[in-house]
C-alpha cells in the first residue's frame, strides 16, 4: 500500500563554493597591470570577466617582453583563476575550468585554483575529477594556511563529492574532519547528518541535524531531514512536531505535508492525514500547471490520500484518488494494484 512505500529523500545543503583569490606575492606589480586591476574580481561576473581579459591581455605582453618574468607569471596566474570564477559565477563551467587550468599552468602550486576547479568539476557532476582537486589543494594546505580557502570547507566539499559516489564512509570521515577544522560549520553538520541516514545510523544522523537547528533555528531542511530520521525510527511523535516547525517556517512546502501525512498515518490519525495530503495536492498543482512535464512525480500525494480514504472504508473516494495518481503517472504500478485490488478498473 501506498503508506508503506519510502519516504522522500533527503534535502541536500548548500551548492559548491567558489572563492576568487588574489596571489601574494613580494615582487612588485607592472604599473600597468596595476591600473588594470580594479574590476578583475568585481562582484558583477560580466564586468569581472571584460577587466580580467584586459589584464590578462597585458600581463600576457608583460610576460613576453621579458620585463618582472616572474610577476607576469604570478599576475596571469592569479588573472585566469579570478575569470574562471568570473565564468562559474554564470555556469560557464567549461571556460571556468579552462582558466583555472591556465592558472595552474602559471603556477603548480595554486592551492586555490585546484580549489576552484574542484567546486567546477563538482557542479558538472564530474566528482572523480572534483575529489582529486580538493585532495591537491588540500596537500598545498595541509594546514590551512591559505587567505582564500578555508581547509575546513575543502574537506566539507570533497565530502560531498564522496557522497555523490556513494562512497558514504568517506564523506562522513571528511565531514568528520571539517567539523574538527570549524565546530560551527553548519553545512559539515547537515551533510554528515545526511550520510548517517543513509547507512541508517539515524541516532547519529538526529544529533548532526539537531546541532545545525540549535547553530541555525530556521534550518528548514534540517527540520525536514530530523524528521525524516525520526520516521525512520518510528517516532512519529517527534517528526510530526519537525515537520509543524518546517512548515511554519516555509508553509508552501509540499513535502513538509506530504511527510508530516505519513506520519499521521502511521499513528492511525487518518482524517490529519488526509488534511495534509490534500494541502500538498493543492500546491502542487500550481507546480503541475507550470511544469506539466513534471507531473508524474506529484502522482504519490494522491497515491497516499487514496490509501488513507481506504484505510477509512471510503473506497469511492480511494478509487477516485488512485485514478487521479494514475492521470499524473500512467505507470504507476501501485495505483494500478491499488484498483485492482479495489475492484475497480484504472
Given amino acids: 500500500m501506498f503508506l508503506d512505500l519510502p519516504i522522500a529523500a533527503f534535502r541536500g545543503a548548500k551548492a559548491f563554493r567558489i572563492v576568487c583569490a588574489l596571489v601574494l606575492i613580494s615582487i612588485s606589480t607592472p604599473a600597468t597591470s596595476q591600473a588594470l586591476r580594479g574590476n578583475c574580481g568585481n562582484p558583477d561576473p560580466d564586468v569581472s570577466i571584460a577587466a580580467c581579459t584586459k589584464k590578462i591581455q597585458t600581463d600576457t605582453a608583460d610576460l613576453k617582453s621579458g620585463s618582472q618574468i616572474q ?10 583563476d579570478t575569470r574562471g570564477v568570473g565564468y562559474a559565477n554564470k555556469g560557464l563551467y567549461d571556460e571556468a575550468i579552462a582558466d583555472y587550468n591556465q592558472a595552474i599552468s602559471f603556477s603548480s ?10 567546486g567546477a568539476y563538482n557542479n558538472q557532476g564530474l566528482h572523480d575529477q572534483a575529489i582529486v582537486d580538493y585532495t591537491k589543494a588540500i596537500s598545498l594546505e595541509p594546514k590551512g594556511g591559505s587567505p582564500d580557502f578555508k581547509l575546513s570547507d575543502a574537506y566539507d566539499y570533497r565530502g560531498n563529492a564522496y557522497q555523490h559516489k556513494g562512497l558514504y564512509d568517506e564523506a562522513i570521515a571528511d565531514f568528520t574532519m571539517a567539523i574538527s577544522l570549524d565546530p560551527d560549520l553548519e553545512n559539515a553538520y547537515a551533510n554528515r547528518g545526511n550520510n548517517y541516514s543513509r547507512k541508517a545510523l539515524y541516532d547519529l544522523a538526529i544529533a548532526d541535524f539537531s546541532k545545525v ?21 518510528g517516532l512519529h511523535d517527534e517528526a510530526i512536531a519537525d515537520l509543524t516547525k518546517d512548515i511554519s517556517l516555509a508553509p508552501t512546502d509540499a513535502s513538509a505535508y ?3 501525512g505519513l506520519a499521521y498515518a502511521h ?3 487518518y482524517d490529519q492525514a488526509i488534511a495534509d495530503f490534500t494541502l500538498e495536492i493543492a500546491l502542487n498543482a500550481k507546480d503541475i500547471a507550470l511544469y506539466p512535464a513534471f507531473a508524474p512525480k506529484y502522482a504519490s500525494a494522491h497515491g497516499h490520500r487514496g490509501d488513507a480514504y481506504e484505510h477509512k472504508g471510503l473506497t469511492d473516494t480511494a478509487i477516485a484518488d488512485y485514478r487521479a495518481a494514475l492521470k499524473l503517472d500512467p505507470g504507476m504500478q501501485a495505483a ?3 484498483l485492482t485490488r479495489l475492484g475497480a478498473v484504472p
Avoid: Q
Fill in 109 to 118: 602550486k595554486f592551492s586555490t585554483a585546484y580549489f576552484n576547479r574542484a
Fill in 336 to 338: 494500478k494494484d491499488a
Fill in 71 to 80: 610577476a607576469a607569471a604570478a599576475h596571469l596566474a592569479t588573472d585566469y
Fill in 213 to 233: 537547528i540549535s547553530l541555525e533555528p530556521r534550518n528548514v531542511a534540517s527540520y525536514y531531514n530530523r524528521a525524516l530520521a525520526y520516521e525512520n525510527k
Fill in 267 to 269: 499513528k492511525g490519525l
Fill in 258 to 260: 506530504d511527510m508530516r
